[in-house]
């Protein structure tokens, strides 16, 4: 990188080392299996062959399993892949919120995990689950030898922050939920246990906490990490982070995939008077129209049956437009203002902090969050401060002086989680 300090990180084991048995790692299942692909790709909608469906579907590949060729940082400076091999088991990625695609593992394997067979504190379980894609988020290159699968290289994808699964095989394993933040990822932990750091940084990452990100850090060296965002409900709407910065998808797309990832490519704001360079190739642009085609197609999910009060939701409706003032800024069918307006640290009741995290933004101001789906992503705000939709309200209430009645403050909670 150029004007850029090179922040990135592995995982390792945690704690004491763990008794081996002799149960058998993934790998020999997958020989005994003789597994072939296991990851299908995405047809078009309706076997339609559409040109729009086909690009959703390249799209949702990218998503998922492009890492734009940042093994480049995660091999080669930050040497995960060797970290990987001696130390992280099944049972260590799943402690920092890694996941695993049920979908992606052969019978074989869902069989000798679910009778104990397969060794689940073993690394080579591990390599074996990336050969077979099923980390989510994670790109591995594994060679076989006649020692066993070796792990080679390692990347990250999109879906490492912005996908999570929905525990239908057990705890961290499951369908994938694309566009889903993954608030259980602990990110500050894994960058910590790469080798390629310091113990002054590692400190500062480990006190992230789970579900958190800084992604300026490697840009300005401050550390005021926000929650990491969900990527679902983002059509018709043109600025999608916390600041507004750029004004489509795209602009973000490119800056975590260069700048965040640490893909082969180029990023650029003379705003924040940056300029980042990785590699002699462009692996990032051209794969930009699908990548965001894909993510705009990701709808906010509907809050599960039953999970609010329909009629108090409908009186709290009432309370949003009116008394409440939300929808002064929550405005339209996408419940956001940010198309035609950015608004200055002072409106943001999670401000004043230090460091203002809009401060070192390239807008320095804050968009107004869309509210389809927010029933499913606490904590709320940039900052993850309010851990619950009533704390959301109570600190409203409060900082803009509306004088709800307990009433009005339980019925407009409702009404958000009818979202």
Same mark, same amino acid.
């Given at each position: ?14 704690g ?12 020999s ?9 296991v ?5 078009a909608c309706?076997g ?8 959703v579907?390249?799209?949702q ?8 060729g940042d093994?480049a940082?995660?091999?080669d ?9 001696a130390?992280?088991?099944?049972v260590?990625?799943?402690s920092v919120g890694?996941?695993v695609?049920a979908?992606?593992?052969?019978p074989?394997v869902?069989?000798?995990?679910q009778n ?9 379980t ?10 989510v ?8 030898t006649a020692a066993?699968?070796v792990l ?16 239908s ?9 694309? =566009?889903? #933040?993954n ?8 960058l @910590?246990? +790469?080798?390629?750091f310091? *113990? /002054? ?12 990100y ?14 990491i965002p ?5 059509e018709g ?8 910065d ?11 995939a260069?700048v ?8 650029t ?15 990032v ?20 049956s ?16 009116g008394?409440? =003032?939300? #929808?002064?800024?929550h405005s339209?069918?996408?419940?956001t203002? @940010?198309? +035609?307006?950015?608004?200055p *640290? /002072?409106?943001s009741?999670?401000?004043?902090e230090?460091p203002?995290y ?6 320095k101001l804050?968009r107004t969050?869309?509210?389809?789906g927010?029933?499913q ?8 401060s309010?851990a619950?939709?009533?704390d959301?309200v109570?600190?409203?209430d409060?900082?803009?002086?509306l004088?709800?009645?307990?009433q009005q ?11």
């Open positions: 990188m150029q004007h850029a300090r090179t922040r990135g990180g592995g995982l390792a084991r945690h004491e080392e763990r008794h081996r048995d002799k149960r058998p790692a993934l790998g299942f997958i020989a005994a299996a003789a597994l072939a692909a990851v299908g790709t995405l047809g309706g339609n062959d559409d040109d729009d469906d086909e690009l579907a390249q799209g590949q990218i998503f998922r399993f492009d890492t734009f093994e940082k995660w091999t400076t930050l040497r995960m892949h060797e970290v990987i091999s130390a992280v088991d099944p260590t990625a799943l890694l996941k695609d979908e992606a593992l052969p074989a869902v069989q000798g995990i104990g067979s397969i060794d689940l504190t073993s690394p080579a591990t390599i074996a689950l990336l050969k077979l894609d099923a980390v988020g994670l790109k591995g290159t594994v060679q076989s066993g699968d080679t290289s390692v990347g990250v994808t999109c879906a490492l922050c912005h996908s999570t699964v929905d525990d095989f057990a705890p961290g394993i499951g369908k994938r939920l694309d =566009g889903w #933040a608030r259980d990822l602990n990110p500050g932990a894994i @910590a246990l +790469s080798p390629a310091d *113990p /002054a940084t590692k400190a500062l990452l480990n006190a992230w906490g789970a579900g958190r800084d992604p300026r850090f490697n840009v300005d060296g401050l550390s005021k990490p926000v929650v969900p990527a679902y409900g983002l709407v043109h600025r999608v982070t916390f600041t507004g750029g004004t489509e998808l795209a602009y973000w797309n490119r800056y975590v260069v965040q990832m640490g893909g082969l490519g180029s990023f704001e003379p705003r924040l008077n940056l300029s980042v360079t990785n590699g002699s190739v462009d692996l642009t051209s794969k930009l129209p699908a990548l965001q085609a894909y993510q705009l197609s990701i709808a906010a999910p509907a809050p599960p039953g999970s609010f009060d329909p009629a108090a939701a409908t009186r709290g409706q009432q309370v949003f437009a008394a409440g =003032g939300c #929808a002064t800024c339209g069918s996408r419940f203002d @940010a198309n +035609s307006t950015l608004h *640290p /002072a409106d009741v999670a401000e004043p230090s203002s809009a401060s070192r933004s390239a807008s804050y969050s869309p509210l389809k927010v029933w992503h606490a904590p709320y705000f940039h900052d993850g309010a619950t939709l009533e959301v109570a600190r409203y409060t900082r803009r002086s004088g709800l009645t307990a403050s339980a019925d407009l909670v409702q009404y958000l989680k009818s979202l």
